[in-house]
């Protein structure tokens, strides 16, 4: 496989570094707030304590949900409401970003629970499909039915109730997609760990198989931080070009390395991590080569914060003579981090889309803390909002005018 040109070679001229693009939707006070939040976060002890103790206090009643959502909600939330998410899409789209949907609510646990997020996922489509602001709605196939039938179907040890559950979620993620087709409204279904991810590669590519055949609608997510992914992805590939379907990608590391590491250690199975964080990031860059080389087949979401692997992909779509505004490639970053990339790349004319999760605060709060502790162990993830934050905030001092 050919290997990407590196950076320096690249003809984009991109600057991801221009603060002023990438905050101009933000006010100064949002920046301050912004500053202490990746202030607390980057300090270990706080980041251990400070969640558990933000939700026990969300739970107790305590009267700390102002100050909850100015300071943490608010930097990585669109907001409670499919409403409020919808306004703060309005304001991105303002700066030429557009959003994902995302209803942020975590496993759901029973037939009511799966029902209702079928149903938010349902009018966020509904309401998607009628606005510019909104490019993708995401789906997370452990909010639409019981997370044990997944278990057991990719083991193969499916009682009769747990196949009923099986069939259920199976039938929630078919009623939704086909919405999503009559409507022509794209869909990114997320990846989750390894233990259930085989069948929800399976539904996954059986929903692509029925709605993408003029168009992507559904893309099916793969984590490059697996060893297996990159034959994957040409499996897929080939099986999507003789169907002659079209194939959608939503490509990221993967969200789950300790707990996938910790799992295989646990059960004695050999891990289906990369060896290191090397491994993974070429294998992030090549599946993002092979896409971008074969744009005519397949769609691409690049949802990562990487600055390294977007300018390889815009540097690659500039050498193929490729617009920027590819109807088949999006990048995309979570609301509240790595703006220098999203409104930067927005502002050379590329699709971006923000992760925009929603929800009420209670329900909302292990995303949340999922971004404190991301911020945390990513080697230089926080320091680095934190220093473009910094330099955002003395550019407005000096601009200021006296
Ligand atoms: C829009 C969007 C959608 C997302 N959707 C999903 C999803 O559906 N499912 C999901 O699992 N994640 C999802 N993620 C999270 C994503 O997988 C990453 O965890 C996160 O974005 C950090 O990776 P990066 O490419 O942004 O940046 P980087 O900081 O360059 O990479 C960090 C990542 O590298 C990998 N890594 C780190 N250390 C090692 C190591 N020692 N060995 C091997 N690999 C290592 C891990 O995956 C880690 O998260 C999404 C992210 C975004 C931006």
Redesign the pocket.
């Known amino acids: 496989m050919p290997a990407f040109l590196p950076e320096t070679a690249s003809p984009t001229g991109l600057n991801l570094e221009d603060t002023a693009t990438a905050f101009a939707y933000k006010t100064t006070t949002d920046l301050q707030r912004g500053r202490l939040l990746f202030r607390s976060i980057g300090v270990p002890f706080l980041a251990r304590l400070g969640p558990r103790m933000v939700n026990t206090a969300v739970r107790w009643g305590l009267p700390v949900r102002g100050m909850v959502r100015r300071y943490f909600f608010d930097q990585f939330c669109g907001g409670y409401t499919l409403e409020e998410a919808l306004a703060t899409a309005t304001k991105l789209h303002g700066f030429g970003v557009q959003s994902?949907l995302d209803y942020a609510v975590e496993a759901q646990k029973n037939r009511e629970g799966y029902d209702r997020c079928k149903q938010e996922v349902l009018q966020a489509i509904e309401v998607a499909q009628a606005r510019p602001e909104v490019a993708f709605v995401a789906i997370k196939l452990t909010g639409l039915g019981n997370i044990h039938a997944l278990t057991a179907a990719q083991r193969g040890e499916l009682t009769t109730m747990d196949q009923a559950e099986f069939d259920a979620m199976a039938m929630r993620l078919d009623e939704i997609c086909h919405y999503a087709a009559t409507r022509r409204q794209p869909v990114l279904i997320?990846?989750?760990e390894s233990w259930i991810q085989g069948m929800i590669d399976k539904l996954a590519e059986d929903m692509m198989l029925a709605y993408n055949e003029t168009s992507p609608i559904v893309y099916t997510?793969l984590?490059m931080?697996r060893h297996d992914r990159l034959a994957y992805l040409h499996y897929l590939t080939e099986k999507f070009t003789r169907q002659n379907r079209l194939l959608g990608v939503?490509l990221?590391?993967?969200?789950?390395?300790e707990k996938e590491n910790r799992r295989a250690q646990e059960k004695g199975y050999p891990t289906p991590?990369?060896?290191?964080?090397a491994?993974?990031?070429a294998a992030?860059n090549a599946a993002a080569h092979h896409i971008v080389t074969h744009l005519d087949r397949i769609a691409l979401c690049a949802?990562?914060?990487?600055e390294q692997?977007c300018l390889l992909i815009a540097g690659e779509m500039a050498r193929m003579g490729m617009a920027p505004n590819h109807p088949h490639v999006t990048f995309?970053?979570?609301y509240g981090m790595s703006d220098h990339i999203s409104f930067n790349l927005a502002a050379r004319g590329y699709h971006v889309a923000k992760?925009l999760p929603y929800g009420p605060l209670e329900e909302t709060m292990p995303y949340l803390f999922r971004r404190a502790e991301?911020n945390t162990s990513?080697a230089g993830?926080s320091s680095r909002e934190l220093r473009l934050i910094d330099q955002e905030l003395k550019r407005r001092r000096k601009t200021r005018k006296p």
């Open positions: 994902t997320d990846a989750e997510t984590q931080y939503k990221v590391r993967g969200a789950y390395l991590m990369q060896p290191n964080k491994a993974t990031d992030f949802g990562t914060h990487n692997s995309s970053q979570l992760y991301e990513i993830q």
